[in-house]
C-alpha cells in the first residue's frame, strides 16, 4: 500500500482543520518575536505548571508544514483578531504553547525539496493539513511528492515526532469519503514516531468531561491508529480557530515542551510518553473506537524523572 501512496502524492494538498471565516488581502508573518509564556484561556492550565517548571520547548524545532501564502481569515489567540494564514495560525499556536521552541516555516506551495531536520535537537513536524486520493488511481508523481517522503520516512523511521491533523469528517483515520481517502493518513499508520490528533470541544477534567467534537475524526476498528490517536480541547468559541488542525499545533508544542525536559529521548519515546499517558477519566464515555488513547495530558507526560 505503500507504494501506491508514494505514487499518489501528487493527488492535491487540502487544508485539514481551517474553518474560520473572513479572508482578507493582507499578509500577515509568523510572529516574529514570542513573548515570555503567556496564559490564555484556550489553553489547557496543564501548560501553566509545565513553564513553571522551567520546560518551553527549548533544545527543539517545530516544523510547520503548511501554508503561509494564500487566503486568510481571522482569528484571535489572545493579541486581538487579526488576518493570517493556515500557516500562520498553526504555526504561532505552536510557538504559543513552546515558546522556546525554534519554528521553522515550510510552506509546500512554494518549494519541492525534503522536509530538513535540524541536527542535535528534537525535531517535531506538524501537519496540519491532508492528502486526497483515491487507491486505484495512479496520480502523477510531482516535486511536492519529495516533501511527502520525507515526512513519512521521518515517522516510520523514528527521525522525527510527526504529529498529524486526524480530518474534520467526522470518520475514521482510514475511511473514505466519496470513494476518497486521506492518504497520508494511511502512510502514516503504524508509523514509529507519528501521532494524530483529534479534537475535544474542551479541556476534559473529570468534574467537567469533555466531549469529541461533531467534525473531528476518529481512531476507528483498527487497534493500530488507536493506540496513535490522542485529542486535546479546541476552544473556537474563544479563538475563532475550529478543525483538528488546531489541535495538531498544540500537540506538536507538548512535543517540544516535553523534550526540553527529556532531552536525550528519541522522537519515538516522546511520541510514546504523550500517547501512553493520555487521559480517559476526562472524556465523556470514553471508547478507544472513538478517541484512541484519550485527552493528551502534558503534566502527566512530564512527570517520571526519566522515560524508556
Not at 54 to 77: K, M, P, S
Not at 99 to 115: C, K, R
Not at 215 to 230: E, H, R, V
Request: aromatic share 8%; net charge negative.
Amino acid at each position: 500500500m505503500l507504494t501506491r501512496l508514494i505514487a499518489a502524492l501528487a493527488a492535491g494538498f487540502v487544508l485539514a482543520g481551517c474553518m474560520g471565516s473572513d479572508s482578507g488581502s493582507s499578509h500577515v508573518g509568523l510572529r516574529p518575536d514570542t513573548p515570555p509564556p503567556q496564559f490564555f484561556g484556550w489553553m489547557n492550565p496543564e501548560i501553566q505548571d509545565a513553564w513553571d517548571a522551567g520546560y518551553l520547548g527549548q533544545g527543539t524545532r517545530i516544523t510547520v508544514v503548511d501554508e503561509f501564502v494564500g487566503e486568510q481569515f481571522r482569528a484571535n489567540l489572545g493579541f486581538g483578531r487579526e488576518l493570517g494564514t493556515h500557516g500562520y495560525w498553526t504555526a504561532t499556536q505552536a510557538s504559543m504553547i513552546a515558546p522556546s521552541a525554534l519554528i521553522t516555516e515550510f510552506d509546500y506551495n512554494t518549494t519541492g525539496t525534503p522536509v530538513p531536520l535540524e541536527p542535535n535537537k528534537l525535531n517535531v513536524m506538524n501537519l496540519s493539513y491532508r492528502l486526497v486520493g483515491t487507491l486505484d488511481h495512479d496520480f502523477p508523481t510531482g516535486p511536492r511528492a519529495e516533501i511527502e517522503q520525507s515526512l513519512i520516512g521521518y515517522a516510520r523511521d523514528g527521525q522525527a515526532v510527526i504529529v498529524k491533523s486526524a480530518g474534520n469528517e467526522a470518520m475514521g483515520i482510514d475511511a473514505a469519503l466519496d470513494g476518497q481517502f486521506d492518504l497520508l493518513n494511511l502512510a502514516l499508520i503504524g508509523a514509529e514516531s507519528a501521532i494524530f490528533v483529534g479534537a475535544l470541544d474542551r479541556h476534559g477534567t473529570p468534574d467537567n468531561l469533555a466531549n469529541l467534537t461533531s467534525y473531528s475524526n476518529i481512531a476507528g476498528s483498527d487497534p493500530t491508529i488507536q493506540n496513535q490517536f490522542l485529542s486535546v480541547g479546541v476552544l473556537d468559541q474563544l479563538t475563532e480557530l475550529s478543525g483538528t488542525s488546531f489541535s495538531a499545533s498544540i500537540v506538536s508544542g507538548y512535543a517540544a515542551v516535553l523534550g526540553s525536559k527529556f532531552t536525550d529521548a528519541s522522537p519515538t519515546q516522546i511520541a510514546r510518553q504523550l500517547l501512553d499517558t493520555a487521559r480517559t477519566d476526562t472524556i465523556r464515555n470514553y471508547d478507544p473506537v472513538l478517541h484512541g488513547r484519550g485527552e493528551a495530558s502534558i503534566s502527566r507526560a512530564l512527570a517520571p524523572a526519566s522515560i524508556n
